[in-house]
């Protein structure tokens, strides 16, 4: 036996742990999660106003829209509207989507039915990619 197959045979004898990210881009374009402390800020921050309250709300076409000044950027709970708001919605930016967890889709809902399984955000193009909840800076190819 020679080296390649020896290290051939003890690498694909090694069990492979295969995971899905949470955040994929809309627009197909490289992602990562993130920093996780950021991703639970953020879907705290967004579903405050839903479900912290008095009354639990559920979601509509109108209330679907978060703007969080600390991130500098507007989210929009689930996929099913985001692409009408035509204020706040850019085609020309990378459109980004967060799976929440089971416990955060079982609490939202629409008001016409279904559940709220992503966020939906943006980031600024070929400058930013998406990361997690939040937008990385892409890194300079020049270097500087």
């Given at each position: 036996m020679n080296t390649f197959q020896f290290?051939?045979?003890i690498f694909f004898s090694l069990p492979c742990i295969f995971y899905s990210l949470r955040t994929r881009s809309l627009n197909g374009k490289y992602v990562t999660d993130g920093n996780n402390v950021t991703n639970a800020n953020v879907v705290q921050l967004v579903t405050m106003g839903l479900l912290d309250g008095f009354a639990v709300r559920?979601?509509?076409?109108?209330?679907?829209?978060?703007?969080?000044s600390r991130y500098r950027r507007s989210y929009w709970l689930g996929t099913k509207y985001y692409y009408l708001d035509h204020t706040n919605y850019f085609t020309t930016r990378d459109t980004c989507a967060f799976k929440l967890n089971i416990t955060d889709i079982l609490r939202l809902e629409y008001e016409d039915g279904g559940y709220i399984d992503e966020i939906v955000f943006q980031c600024m193009r070929y400058a930013q990619y998406c990361c997690g909840l939040d937008c990385c800076q892409t890194p300079n190819p020049n270097g500087k």
């Amino acid at each position: 036996m020679n080296t390649f197959q020896f290290y051939f045979i003890i690498f694909f004898s090694l069990p492979c742990i295969f995971y899905s990210l949470r955040t994929r881009s809309l627009n197909g374009k490289y992602v990562t999660d993130g920093n996780n402390v950021t991703n639970a800020n953020v879907v705290q921050l967004v579903t405050m106003g839903l479900l912290d309250g008095f009354a639990v709300r559920k979601v509509k076409m109108f209330n679907d829209r978060v703007y969080l000044s600390r991130y500098r950027r507007s989210y929009w709970l689930g996929t099913k509207y985001y692409y009408l708001d035509h204020t706040n919605y850019f085609t020309t930016r990378d459109t980004c989507a967060f799976k929440l967890n089971i416990t955060d889709i079982l609490r939202l809902e629409y008001e016409d039915g279904g559940y709220i399984d992503e966020i939906v955000f943006q980031c600024m193009r070929y400058a930013q990619y998406c990361c997690g909840l939040d937008c990385c800076q892409t890194p300079n190819p020049n270097g500087k």
